[in-house]
């Protein structure tokens, strides 16, 4: 099955800066890569995807960075805000397999006024 | 987006009771639905897949006794915990597929259920 490593655990950064996170994941069969943003005591928030067959999606201040052929996908928040504050999920889903998510271990990220 | 709820938003329990909660995909139909458990500080794990008409799909380790999927509707899923313990104290989330243009359909998560068993 899909294996999905995510780093880093934890992350500070100074409002107005950059924030990025890492994932990895096993299976090159894998197709389909969303993020979720969790906030304390809700469920996760899509926020941005990336399908396979594209490199690099961007959404204002969020994008998505994808290497197929390194296995590795990472999340990039610019111009971070208090609000970003939250636990970032990657997550990769296997062409064919019914949609099931392997998600990440989670990032969480604390942006400090 | 798609939007998912579910119902309660948190539940207290006593030992040995059982919980039932609700997962409806609000403005689409979803003929697949998935049950994920987290912990406090760890990543969501995935318990079951729930299918329309037929029997949930349990991931290795989770007790389909205990966890009694039933996915009543195109829109509805439901969980009951039963003969609920302590050990059983966690947040509960479902999710559904919406269909889009693309060849996977993307995930979208309910608020979660807090349940908390006494």
């Known amino acids: 099955g899909e294996n999905v490593e995510q780093h880093p655990s934890t992350l500070s950064v100074q409002e107005g800066d950059s924030a990025v996170i890492k994932c990895t994941y096993s299976?090159?069969?894998?197709?389909?890569f969303p993020w979720y943003k969790q906030e304390l005591g809700k469920g996760p928030q899509l926020i941005i995807d990336?399908?396979?067959?594209?490199g690099e999606k961007k959404d204002q201040r969020i994008a998505v960075t994808l290497n197929k052929t390194a296995k590795h996908f990472s999340l990039h928040i610019t111009e971070t805000q208090p609000e970003d504050s939250a636990v970032y999920f990657c997550?990769?889903?296997?062409?064919?397999?019914?949609?099931?998510?392997?998600f990440g271990g989670g990032t969480r990220l604390m942006v400090k006024p | 987006g798609a939007v998912v709820s579910q119902h309660p938003s948190r539940v207290i329990c006593k030992s040995g009771t059982s919980v039932k909660i609700e997962c409806r995909s609000l403005?689409?139909?979803?003929?697949?639905m998935f049950w994920y458990r987290q912990f406090p500080k760890q990543s969501l794990m995935l318990m079951a897949t729930?299918?329309?008409?037929?029997?949930?799909?349990?991931e290795q380790g989770v007790e389909k006794d205990k966890f009694l999927i039933n996915h009543a509707s195109l829109t509805l899923s439901t969980l009951t915990v039963t003969s609920a313990h302590p050990e059983d104290s966690s947040f509960y989330i479902c999710?559904?597929?919406?269909?889009?243009?693309?060849?996977?359909?993307?995930?979208?998560f309910g608020p979660g259920t807090r349940l908390t068993v006494l």
């Open positions: 999710s559904a597929p919406h269909a889009g243009r693309a060849s996977t359909d993307t995930q979208y």
């Open positions: 299976d090159s069969a894998s197709n389909y």
């Open positions: 990336i399908r396979s067959n594209v």
């Open positions: 997550a990769a889903v296997l062409a064919n397999a019914g949609n099931m998510l392997t």
């Open positions: 403005d689409f139909q979803a003929t697949t």
């Open positions: 729930s299918n329309e008409g037929s029997k949930a799909t349990y």
